[in-house]
């Protein structure tokens, strides 16, 4: 399974992303940014939504835990102030946005996509192919994280410091991921569940894709 994930990661670089690459070569700006990631507000805000809902459809107390921690630490582990919807508040107002701008800002197309798809495979997919689709988003999230920490201090827009919610989402990340692979890898086994498997990760890695090209 991980030479799967791994080949189709390889097979979609990040930093080759049209959104992305704007951003490491420098000819995105600082505006143009800032408007790109309060639309990404939303996205945040309602990551864990399709996780509640696969935990349900989870038997066993072992694997609704796995989602669960997750879940608890999008809500700041209850500390209001931590929750990832907040941090990223925080990072925004750093960045330079004003409250009322992504308070009041309406939602991107690519943003309502990208929530629609989360929930409608949560929804009606198989549990095994959302827990894949689920697992490469966290995994892409952290290369993303990565990559905008990087482009934030190469242009000198704000100071680390001020990168909580990204510098969090670098190391974080890469253990949910590998929370939902666990809870999926003996599904590869199996051929049937297997095709599942693949049917996430595809949808996932495309969905968190387009999610930031379809910004542009």
Not at 127 to 152: D, K, P
């Given at each position: 399974?991980?030479k799967y994930?791994s080949?189709?990661?390889?097979k979609t670089p990040?930093?080759e992303?049209p959104?992305?690459q704007?951003l490491l070569?420098k000819t995105?700006n600082k505006n143009q ?7 990404i507000?939303r ?10 809902l696969?935990?349900?459809?989870l038997e066993?107390?072992e ?9 608890l630490?999008?809500?700041?582990n209850?500390?209001i102030e ?6 990223y508040?925080?990072y925004?107002?750093q ?7 992504f308070?009041?800002k ?8 990208y929530?629609?798809t989360l ?13 894949a689709m689920?697992?490469i ?7 993303i994280?990565t990559?905008?920490?990087?482009s934030?201090?190469n ?8 990168l ?7 190391d ?12 999926i ?7 049937f569940?297997?095709n599942q498997i ?11 894709i ?7």
């Amino acid at each position: 399974m991980e030479k799967y994930i791994s080949s189709l990661i390889e097979k979609t670089p990040m930093r080759e992303q049209p959104y992305f690459q704007r951003l490491l070569n420098k000819t995105m700006n600082k505006n143009q940014f800032i408007e790109t990631q309060v639309y990404i507000l939303r996205a945040v805000e309602e990551f864990s939504r399709p996780m509640f809902l696969i935990s349900s459809k989870l038997e066993t107390y072992e694997e609704r835990i796995v989602l669960l921690k997750n879940i608890l630490d999008e809500h700041g582990n209850c500390v209001i102030e931590k929750t990832h919807g907040n941090t990223y508040k925080q990072y925004l107002t750093q960045l330079g946005a004003k409250e009322k701008d992504f308070m009041l800002k309406k939602q991107h197309p690519s943003v309502v996509t990208y929530n629609k798809t989360l929930m409608n495979c949560a929804e009606n997919e198989s549990t095994i192919t959302s827990l894949a689709m689920m697992g490469i988003i966290e995994s892409r999230y952290s290369t993303i994280s990565t990559i905008i920490v990087q482009s934030i201090l190469n242009n000198g827009w704000i100071d680390k410091e001020s990168l909580a919610h990204y510098s969090t989402h670098e190391d974080l990340d890469i253990e949910h991921a590998k929370g939902f692979y666990d809870l999926i890898r003996k599904g590869w086994e199996n051929s049937f569940s297997k095709n599942q498997i693949k049917k996430g990760l595809l949808l996932g890695n495309s969905t968190i894709i387009n999610l930031y090209n379809n910004l542009l």
